[in-house]
């Protein structure tokens, strides 16, 4: 079975500062995801990739199969993304299943 | 399409008393899951089916908890009797194959406490 690790657990950061967050698994699989909590809210996935880079506006997700590792950046933060971010990936392979980080509660501060 | 639909978005119940949750899949989507976040725990898989079929219910705590799918569109989660820890967010998601991979797409969730 999958193990996701995340780091940071928490992040607070100035309006304006490029944030990075980090996911490693540990079993091969075919893509891994990111999803979004804002404050009582809902979840949101932003992205499911499986190899090299995508991006959504000010957000960036990179993937490294071989290394196994995952990171989610955001340039030019803005409190507007002070939200949880969750990494998750199948529990093995192409699984449906997903296994979840623990999140990376992030704050951006005006 | 309107998303995964969840009802109610609330709830606030007395111990021993049942509670249902809904869930309203993506149409087209032939996976639903349920899930309960906690702070403690964070999120959980508690039970999910294919095409209407419970294919693993491992993550259900006890027997006090039920699912069901009757149909392509619908889904309950029921907790019969409620206990204080119980009192949660559930979520639903549905997915389907996509480029070799599954995107789960979550309802709202459903905020229970149960007194």
């Known amino acids: 079975k999958n193990e996701v690790e995340q780091s940071p657990q928490n992040l607070t950061a100035q309006e304006g500062e490029f944030i990075t967050i980090n996911c490693s698994y540990s079993?091969?699989?075919?893509?891994l995801h990111w999803l979004q909590q804002h404050p009582g809210g809902g979840i949101v996935s932003l992205f499911m990739?499986?190899?090299g880079k995508k991006k959504h506006g000010r957000l960036i997700a990179t993937i490294n199969i071989q290394e196994k590792h995952s990171s989610l950046h955001i340039t030019a933060s803005h409190p507007r993304d002070s939200a949880v971010y969750i990494c998750?990936?199948?529990?093995?392979?192409?699984?449906?299943?997903?296994?979840f980080g623990k999140g990376t509660k992030l704050t951006v501060n005006p | 399409d309107a998303g995964v639909i969840q009802s109610p978005r609330h709830e606030v119940t007395e111990m021993g008393q049942e509670v249902t949750l809904r869930c309203k899949p993506i149409?087209?989507?032939?996976?639903l899951f349920w899930y309960r976040q906690t702070m403690m725990r964070g999120l959980e898989l508690l039970i999910y089916?294919?095409?209407?079929?419970?294919?693993?219910d491992s993550g259900m705590p006890e027997d006090r908890f039920s699912a069901k799918m009757p149909n392509a569109s619908f889904s309950t989660l029921k907790i019969q009797p409620s206990e204080p820890r119980d009192s949660a967010v559930y979520f639903c998601?549905?997915?389907?194959?996509?480029?070799?991979?599954?995107?789960?797409?979550f309802g709202p969730g459903t905020r229970l406490t149960v007194t």
């Open positions: 998601a549905s997915s389907f194959l996509t480029s070799g991979s599954y995107e789960q797409y």
């Open positions: 079993v091969g699989i075919s893509a």
């Open positions: 990739l499986s190899s």
């Open positions: 998750a990936a199948p529990t093995q392979g192409g699984s449906e299943k997903l296994v």
């Open positions: 149409s087209g989507h032939d996976y």
């Open positions: 089916f294919n095409n209407n079929v419970p294919i693993d």
